[in-house]
T-cell receptor, first 114, second 114 residues
Framework: AQSVAQPEDQVNVAEGNPLTVKCTYSVSGNPYLFWYVQYPNRGLQFLLKYITGDNLVKGSYGFEAEFNKSQTSFHLKKPSALVSDSALYFCAVRPFSGNTPLVFGKGTRLSVIA | NAGVTQTPKFQVLKTGQSMTLQCAQDMNHNSMYWYRQDPGMGLRLIYYSASEGTTDKGEVPNGYNVSRLNKREFSLRLESAAPSQTSVYFC?????????????FGPGTRLTVT
């Protein structure tokens, strides 16, 4: 069965510093990987996805993620954090083959401090 | 283009009462989903519908029923609400099958069962 681990419940970073939100996955075969963001009292918004090809994926709002097959990781990164990036971030996975919906991690709360 | 809409936004029920959460999408997506979000638990899949006329159980289906009314609408019913069903409920949709594409989320329904 597929699963996602987000090892940090909370990440704090100063505004202007680079940020990383970690995600590791377990899936049979090749994965499809996704990052979503949730602002307070809102639904989830899609940020980016890895399907195949280049291991570095660029997404919305200046975010990017690096797929590392050997480490089964898909960490979310941004070179310079903004206060407005403060939100809850979810990593999700589905297997390349099979017919199952996304499985989400438990989420990481990012706080960017001015 | 409203995307995914959910009604109601908020609801308070007494234990044993029933209610139906409504979801509609205007993106002509084939697949629809119901998740619940609880603190520290991330998003957990309740039921999904890969296409009109089909429904399948997710990770936490007990106490819920669903109806895929047509291609646009997917409702979630609580027959006899319990305090353990206090949660935020999200509906989502995606193109084609459940396999490849990112899911688009509604704004959520915050349900409290007393």
């Amino acid at each position: 069965a597929q699963s996602v681990a987000q090892p940090e419940d909370q990440v704090n970073v100063a505004e202007g510093n680079p940020l990383t939100v970690k995600c590791t996955y377990s899936v049979s075969g090749n994965p499809y990987l996704f990052w979503y963001v949730q602002y307070p009292n809102r639904g989830l918004q899609f940020l980016l996805k890895y399907i195949t090809g280049d291991n570095l994926v660029k997404g919305s709002y200046g975010f990017e993620a690096e797929f590392n097959k050997s480490q089964t990781s898909f960490h979310l990164k941004k070179p310079s954090a903004l206060v407005s990036d403060s939100a809850l971030y979810f990593c999700a996975v589905r297997p390349f083959s099979g017919n199952t919906p996304l499985v989400f991690g438990k989420g990481t709360r990012l706080s960017v401090i001015a | 283009n409203a995307g995914v809409t959910q009604t109601p936004k908020f609801q308070v029920l007494k234990t044993g009462q029933s209610m139906t959460l409504q979801c509609a999408q205007d993106m002509n997506h084939n697949s629809m989903y119901w998740y619940r979000q609880d603190p520290g638990m991330g998003l957990r899949l309740i039921y999904y519908s890969a296409s009109e006329g089909t429904t399948d159980k997710g990770e936490v289906p007990n106490g819920y029923n669903v109806s895929r009314l047509n291609k646009r609408e997917f409702s979630l019913r609580l027959e006899s609400a319990a305090p353990s069903q206090t949660s935020v409920y999200f509906c989502a949709s995606s193109e084609a099958g459940v396999r490849t594409y990112e899911q688009y989320f509604g704004p959520g329904t915050r349900l409290t069962v007393t």
